[in-house]
Antibody, heavy 121, light 110 residues
Framework: EVQLLESGGGLVQPGGSLRLSCAAS????????MTWVRRAPGKGLEWVSS????????YYADSVQGRFTISRDNSKNTLYLQMNSLRAEDTAVYYC??????????????WGQGTMVTVSS | QSALTQPASVSGSPGQSITISCTGA?????????VSWYQQHPAKAPKLMIY???NRPSGVSNRFSGSKSGNTASLTISGLQAEDEADYYC??????????FGGGTKLTVL
């Protein structure tokens, strides 16, 4: 079964850092763009960042640009999100998602179960 | 990166049809046929219901359909069922090679 499994969430103080991981299984990981999406408590979905299958192209929402870094290790079938200078407004459930077609991150057919990130002192 | 505009809530009775609108701009919905729709039940991950404006992934009921006119996309659910009660989000590819979601619509089945 095609599956994504996130890990790495938790409680962190403002200004701190956290790295999320997303382990993929049962599909050719390197052939698909991957994306991080978050949902803050009481809010809607927010696109965070996307990366091409090769890892050569990376895109970020204005709200995280310069603080978050998306990366992938195709040899390990794993997607990452390095989050630095965390703020209270980054508190959310973070989902990793697989692109439906492959090349362009515009529709996501497989989602992980989500990992909660709480930024609080 | 302004969010697409969706109604906060819609409701309908079992068996009825409802439509959720999603309004964007010239840099997203109007320029690309890369509009998708997601269903999210409480404490669950989102589920892709429609991609490329009007295409259904395998396994999604044909009661769900999508369309687009200009800068507004729409999701229609016909033959409303209790299990359709959920939050619905539209998403669109943008001219910046990013993606933007709508604010979400809560569907209540009366």
């Amino acid at each position: 079964e095609v599956q994504l499994l996130e890990s790495g969430g938790g409680l962190v103080q403002p200004g701190g850092s956290l790295r999320l991981s997303c382990a993929a299984s049962e599909f050719i990981f390197s052939s698909y763009a991957m994306t991080w999406v978050r949902r803050a408590p009481g809010k809607g979905l927010e696109w965070v960042s996307s990366i091409s299958g090769s890892g050569d192209s990376r895109y970020y929402a204005d709200s995280v640009q310069g603080r978050f870094t998306i990366s992938r290790d195709n040899s390990k079938n794993t997607l990452y999100l390095q989050m630095n200078s965390l703020r209270a407004e980054d508190t959310a459930v973070y989902y990793c998602a697989k692109d439906y077609r492959g090349s362009k991150a515009d529709a996501f057919d497989i989602w992980g179960q989500g990992t909660m990130v709480t930024v609080s002192s | 990166q302004s969010a697409l505009t969706q109604p906060a809530s819609v409701s309908g009775s079992p068996g009825q049809s409802i439509t959720i609108s999603c309004t964007g701009a010239s840099s997203d919905v109007a320029s690309y046929d890369s509009v998708s729709w997601y269903q999210q039940h409480p404490a669950k991950a989102p589920k892709l219901m429609i991609y490329d404006v009007s295409n259904r992934p395998s396994g999604v009921s044909n009661r769900f359909s999508g369309s687009k006119s200009g800068n507004t996309a729409s999701l229609t659910i016909s033959g409303l069922q209790a299990e359709d009660e959920a939050d619905y989000y539209c998403g669109s590819y943008t001219s910046s090679s990013t993606l933007v979601f709508g604010g979400g619509t809560k569907l209540t089945v009366l």
